[in-house]
């Protein structure tokens, strides 16, 4: 394999890391918060199909991204409303909600099948994108990329550093004892549910822009439901679940070159690669920091004031 | 303080002056026209039974709660908190009885939580600090509440309530986790804390304590006023009988010299922690004999969940031998084999562990005895036994309960409790195991249910209560031990032993030390 090649397969990676770490950074927050939300997969699939629909009519991807987040916030708000205000089912309402972005995306992105649009630009930060090796590896990739680095950072810091952070974790941990000390329990829950969605439709977005610039019916194949995974296996921790990601995209672009080398291992088997590999090493990690690294107490709980 | 000084409060303005209080949920009427005045530099008691309406008014003080009639003034004018930061803002504070901690946070997290925005993660250390010399309140900002004792987190409670500078403190059942000694290190604090003139209101089941440390009481009962007194002119009884509206009998527990053998027995009983925040069982040897009431004292959270589930058969023992029931190994048994060999268990969690709370009394009989037989058929359920066997446990144990067969949960806690007790007691085990048997339960059922422990270990049963209460260990159990980090003291006969020396080994004092010190 040459130099430049095996650049191009790290630059990939992150490419395929991109849309999971989005979608699990605003999952974790969401999860922090304590709430459950089942429906990424669904966010995410509406907000590529309306990302890709609005980007067409408009010509516009900066429009299109703003329209496949406004499409993961709508969902998220129906889920929040039921879940937080109504004390809905987590669970179920979750499920349904994926199962209802299903058929929303299926619907907005009818008219759009088949058609192509350039993928976003990607952008060469000056001077360091010169950098060798590393230069183009970091610095040339396009704005979905440099989103979800800097969301990684941003809620890390926020999480760990901040006092709305703070709330937001007390609020996630014991809800009764957070409506005691007067926090507003149920808001809170609702802007992180929302800052959720807007995270799978920024993901959702990217992948219909720019990692696979077109509109195809469940082309978000499962990577919600991947998403999902990265946070409970990453211990609710955002530097982890960005590590989770690049594991499972690095695996991911490694089997497609392994199946296009024939290497005479099954097609399927090699599929099924980096669903296994970022399975067993999250386990491996969150089993050795057992200790400090558990389930938000909240996670999944309704919460509803008396008065 | 003396009379004199009593009388000198009554004719200033009151700090809080709550009138006509009333709290409506539903059909039941929690707080019905409550009067309460409070004055500076006072500590006042609030007593009452549980369900009398204590916790609703001071959550409706608290602004936790809405009232459905009434008015609260703060210094004379008229107030209304919309929420617990209304109330904090206007200096009332309140430390709770289940604290309202984050397991997950540090110390300082949690402190921080209640103070201003503006105020920065860096400056709590410090407050923390200032806290520490003027109070004693012993804190460590960086360690994960988890990791502390009862008395530790109670003193984050009472910082976090302190940085706000408080007028008032509210105290909710303050010492009912606590060891004698650190409850002493806490009545030290609240010391200081009335002379500096802030107001304590202090809710108590515990009426030594109350006689000592609050000049004046207002008693509830059914959500009404029934008397307003100086607890240090009453006796415990007279107070007792306040709360109760009658008069208790005593739990006649005579020493019992006719001893058996032993009947329930553990050999060197180990086991680990079952997630991460269990408590290891360490080396637990104890056994106790035919027509004894053994008592297992202890804080919370010190193994005690971990040891009733060993004794049950809930969590299995490595090796058989590790307990016994008269004599044969059934560490590697479940609860079922147990049972037949006439042992019972009466959990600690009444609704979810002990009864399942929508299924009917009947049918919670046969959940815990389909084993034994009496309740079935072959393979077919035998529903009218289990009714009237239910009907017998209902009319011995005099359960209170509305319907021919309700749904667990629709009892009171004392009336289920009764109930769950007589579904054992009425099998007349050999063994009974109980965690917490009078958990939350009013002063009349609980000494109903300790008298029935009592006559049944007498009647040559052995009768093992792990409990956090002292008070109910000293009344019923022949002899105690202390169980800390999982770790089982060696049994002291409760004659012959004080508080003052279980509180020591509570609090984790070396056993062995502690009686060489007691000899000389």
Same mark, same amino acid.
């Given at each position: 394999?040459?130099?430049?090649?095996?650049?191009?397969?790290?630059?990939?990676?992150?490419?395929?890391?991109?849309?999971?770490?989005?979608?699990?950074?605003?999952?974790?927050?969401?999860?922090?918060?304590?709430?459950?939300?089942?429906?990424?997969?669904?966010?995410?699939?509406?907000?590529?199909?309306?990302?890709?629909?609005?980007?067409?009519?408009?010509?516009?991807?900066?429009?299109?991204?703003?329209?496949?987040? +406004?499409?993961?916030?709508?969902?998220?708000?129906?889920?929040?409303?039921?879940?937080?205000? *109504?004390?809905?089912?987590?669970?179920?309402?979750?499920?349904?909600?994926?199962?209802?972005?299903?058929?929303?995306?299926?619907? &907005?992105?009818?008219?759009?099948?088949?058609?192509?649009?350039?993928?976003?630009?990607?952008?060469?930060?000056?001077?360091?994108?010169?950098?060798? %090796?590393?230069?183009?590896? %970091?610095?040339?990739?396009?704005?979905?990329?440099?989103?979800?680095?800097?969301?990684?950072?941003?809620?890390?810091?926020?999480?760990?550093?901040?006092?709305?952070?703070?709330?937001?974790?007390?609020?996630?941990?014991?809800?009764?004892?957070?409506?005691?000390?007067?926090?507003?329990?149920?808001?809170?829950?609702?802007?992180?549910?929302?800052?959720?969605?807007?995270?799978?439709? *920024?993901?959702?977005?990217?992948?219909?822009?720019?990692?696979?610039?077109?509109?195809?019916?469940?082309?978000?194949?499962?990577?919600?439901?991947?998403?999902?995974?990265? &946070?409970?296996?990453?211990?609710?921790?955002?530097?982890?679940?960005?590590?989770?990601?690049? %594991?499972? +995209?690095?695996?991911?672009?490694?089997?497609?070159?392994?199946?296009?080398?024939?290497?005479?291992?099954?097609?399927?088997?090699?599929?099924?690669?980096?669903?296994?590999?970022?399975?067993?090493?999250?386990? &491996?990690?969150?089993?050795?920091?057992?200790?400090?690294?558990?389930?938000?107490?909240?996670?999944?709980?309704?919460?509803?004031?008396?008065? | 303080?003396?009379?004199?000084?009593?009388?000198?409060?009554?004719?200033?303005?009151? =700090?809080?002056?709550?009138?006509?209080?009333?709290?409506?949920?539903?059909?039941?009427?929690?707080?019905?026209?409550?009067?309460?005045?409070?004055?500076?530099?006072?500590?006042?008691?609030?007593?009452?039974?549980?369900?009398?309406? @204590? /916790?609703?008014?001071? @959550?409706?003080?608290? !602004?936790?709660?809405?009232?459905?009639?009434?008015?609260?003034?703060?210094?004379?004018?008229?107030?209304?908190?919309?929420?617990?930061?209304?109330?904090?803002? $206007?200096?009332?504070?309140?430390?709770?009885?289940?604290?309202?901690?984050?397991?997950?946070?540090?110390?300082?997290?949690?402190?921080?939580?209640?103070?201003?925005?503006?105020?920065?993660?860096?400056?709590?250390?410090?407050?923390?600090?200032?806290?520490?010399?003027?109070?004693?309140?012993?804190?460590?900002? @960086?360690?994960?509440?988890?990791?502390?004792?009862?008395?530790?987190?109670?003193?984050?409670?009472?910082?976090?309530?302190?940085?706000?500078?408080?007028?008032?403190?509210?105290?909710?059942?303050?010492?009912?986790?606590?060891?004698? #000694?650190?409850?002493?290190?806490?009545?030290?604090?609240?010391?200081?804390?009335?002379?500096?003139?802030?107001?304590?209101?202090?809710?108590?089941?515990?009426?030594?304590?109350?006689?000592?440390?609050?000049?004046?009481?207002?008693?509830?009962?059914?959500?009404?006023?029934?008397?307003?007194?100086?607890?240090?002119?009453?006796?415990?009884?007279?107070?007792?009988?306040?709360?109760?509206?009658?008069?208790?009998?005593?739990?006649?527990? @005579?020493?019992?010299?006719?001893?058996?053998?032993?009947?329930?027995?553990?050999?060197?009983?180990?086991?680990?922690?079952?997630?991460?925040?269990?408590? $290891?069982?360490?080396?637990?040897?104890?056994?106790?004999?035919?027509?004894?009431?053994?008592?297992?004292?202890?804080? $919370?959270?010190?193994?005690?969940?971990?040891?009733?589930?060993?004794?049950?058969?809930?969590?299995?023992?490595?090796?058989?031998?590790?307990?016994?029931?008269?004599?044969?190994?059934?560490?590697?048994?479940?609860?079922? =084999?147990?049972? #037949?060999?006439?042992?019972?268990?009466?959990?600690?969690?009444?609704?979810?562990?002990?009864?399942?709370?929508?299924?009917?009394?009947?049918?919670?009989?046969?959940? /815990?005895?389909?084993?034994?037989?009496?309740?079935?058929?072959?393979?077919?359920?035998?529903?009218?036994?289990?009714?009237?066997?239910?009907?017998?446990?209902?009319?011995?144990?005099?359960?209170?309960?509305?319907?021919?067969?309700?749904?667990?949960?629709?009892?009171? !806690?004392?009336?289920?409790?009764?109930?769950?007790?007589?579904?054992?007691?009425?099998?007349?085990?050999?063994?009974?195991?109980?965690?917490?048997?009078?958990?939350?339960?009013?002063?009349?059922?609980?000494?109903?249910?300790?008298?029935?422990?009592?006559?049944?270990?007498?009647?040559?049963?052995?009768?093992?209560?792990?409990?956090?209460?002292?008070?109910?260990?000293?009344?019923?159990?022949?002899?105690?031990?202390?169980?800390?980090?999982?770790?089982?003291?060696?049994?002291?006969?409760?004659?012959?032993?004080?508080?003052?020396?279980?509180?020591?080994?509570?609090?984790?004092?070396?056993?062995? #030390?502690?009686?060489?010190?007691?000899?000389?």
């Amino acid at each position: 394999m040459s130099l430049q090649m095996f650049e191009l397969v790290l630059f990939t990676i992150f490419t395929a890391a991109t849309p999971l770490i989005i979608a699990a950074i605003g999952e974790l927050v969401s999860e922090r918060a304590g709430v459950l939300n089942l429906g990424v997969e669904g966010m995410m699939i509406a907000g590529a199909a309306s990302a890709f629909a609005i980007a067409i009519l408009t010509g516009s991807s900066w429009l299109g991204i703003l329209g496949g987040i +406004g499409a993961g916030v709508c969902l998220s708000a129906i889920f929040g409303v039921l879940v937080i205000f *109504l004390a809905a089912n987590q669970v179920a309402t979750g499920l349904a909600l994926t199962i209802l972005g299903t058929g929303l995306a299926g619907l &907005v992105g009818s008219g759009f099948i088949g058609m192509k649009r350039d993928a976003m630009a990607h952008l060469s930060i000056p001077f360091v994108s010169e950098l060798p %090796l590393v230069g183009k590896l %970091l610095f040339t990739h396009d704005v979905f990329v440099y989103a979800g680095w800097a969301l990684v950072i941003a809620t890390g810091w926020f999480l760990s550093r901040t006092r709305a952070g703070l709330v937001l974790r007390a609020v996630g941990e014991n809800h009764h004892s957070a409506h005691a000390l007067g926090l507003p329990v149920r808001r809170v829950r609702f802007l992180a549910v929302l800052f959720g969605g807007a995270c799978a439709g *920024l993901a959702g977005a990217y992948l219909s822009l720019s990692y696979t610039p077109f509109w195809a019916p469940g082309m978000t194949a499962g990577r919600g439901w991947i998403a999902l995974a990265l &946070v409970v296996f990453a211990s609710w921790r955002p530097a982890y679940a960005f590590a989770g990601a690049l %594991l499972f +995209g690095g695996a991911t672009v490694l089997q497609l070159h392994a199946q296009a080398a024939a290497l005479g291992i099954p097609g399927q088997l090699l599929t099924a690669m980096p669903y296994l590999v970022t399975i067993i090493a999250l386990v &491996v990690l969150s089993l050795r920091h057992r200790r400090g690294a558990i389930a938000p107490a909240s996670l999944g709980l309704s919460f509803m004031p008396e008065r | 303080m003396s009379l004199s000084e009593t009388k000198a409060t009554e004719g200033r303005k009151p =700090l809080i002056a709550m009138r006509g209080i009333t709290k409506r949920f539903g059909d039941f009427l929690a707080n019905d026209g409550i009067d309460l005045d409070i004055h500076a530099g006072e500590a006042h008691a609030l007593l009452g039974e549980n369900g009398a309406g @204590k /916790s609703t008014l001071v @959550k409706i003080l608290y !602004g936790l709660l809405e009232s459905s009639a009434g008015s609260i003034a703060l210094d004379g004018q008229a107030v209304s908190f919309a929420s617990p930061e209304a109330a904090r803002a $206007a200096g009332i504070g309140m430390v709770f009885q289940h604290f309202s901690l984050f397991d997950n946070l540090t110390v300082a997290e949690n402190i921080a939580l209640v103070l201003p925005d503006s105020e920065g993660m860096e400056g709590i250390a410090a407050r923390i600090d200032t806290l520490t010399r003027r109070y004693g309140l012993q804190l460590d900002p @960086k360690r994960d509440v988890w990791t502390l004792s009862a008395g530790e987190r109670q003193r984050i409670e009472i910082a976090r309530c302190l940085l706000q500078n408080p007028k008032l403190i509210i105290l909710d059942e303050p010492t009912s986790v606590l060891t004698p #000694q650190e409850a002493e290190t806490l009545f030290a604090t609240l010391e200081i804390l009335r002379l500096e003139g802030r107001a304590i209101l202090y809710i108590s089941h515990k009426l030594e304590e109350v006689r000592r440390l609050c000049e004046r009481a207002t008693v509830l009962r059914a959500g009404k006023v029934v008397a307003t007194c100086q607890p240090r002119e009453e006796s415990v009884r007279s107070l007792a009988a306040l709360m109760v509206g009658t008069h208790l009998v005593d739990v006649r527990a @005579k020493p019992n010299d006719m001893l058996g053998p032993d009947r329930l027995t553990l050999n060197h009983l180990s086991m680990p922690a079952q997630d991460m925040h269990g408590v $290891a069982l360490k080396d637990v040897t104890l056994s106790v004999r035919g027509g004894e009431v053994f008592g297992i004292a202890g804080i $919370a959270g010190n193994g005690q969940d971990e040891l009733f589930a060993s004794l049950s058969g809930e969590q299995l023992a490595r090796q058989g031998v590790a307990v016994q029931i008269d004599g044969i190994s059934v560490g590697r048994e479940g609860i079922n =084999l147990r049972r #037949q060999y006439g042992a019972a268990f009466v959990p600690e969690e009444r609704n979810g562990h002990a009864a399942a709370p929508d299924f009917s009394l009947s049918d919670n009989i046969i959940l /815990s005895r389909h084993a034994l037989g009496d309740v079935t058929r072959g393979w077919t359920l035998d529903q009218a036994n289990a009714k009237a066997l239910m009907r017998d446990i209902v009319e011995k144990f005099d359960v209170r309960m509305s319907g021919a067969d309700p749904a667990a949960r629709t009892l009171s !806690g004392g009336n289920l409790q009764k109930f769950l007790v007589g579904r054992e007691v009425s099998r007349a085990p050999s063994v009974l195991v109980l965690n917490q048997p009078t958990w939350g339960v009013d002063a009349a059922a609980s000494a109903d249910i300790r008298q029935r422990l009592i006559n049944l270990a007498r009647q040559g049963a052995a009768v093992l209560v792990i409990s956090q209460d002292l008070d109910e260990l000293f009344e019923i159990a022949d002899r105690i031990a202390v169980i800390h980090h999982g770790h089982v003291s060696a049994p002291l006969i409760t004659r012959e032993t004080t508080r003052e020396e279980i509180g020591l080994l509570m609090g984790g004092a070396d056993a062995t #030390q502690e009686s060489l010190a007691h000899a000389h």
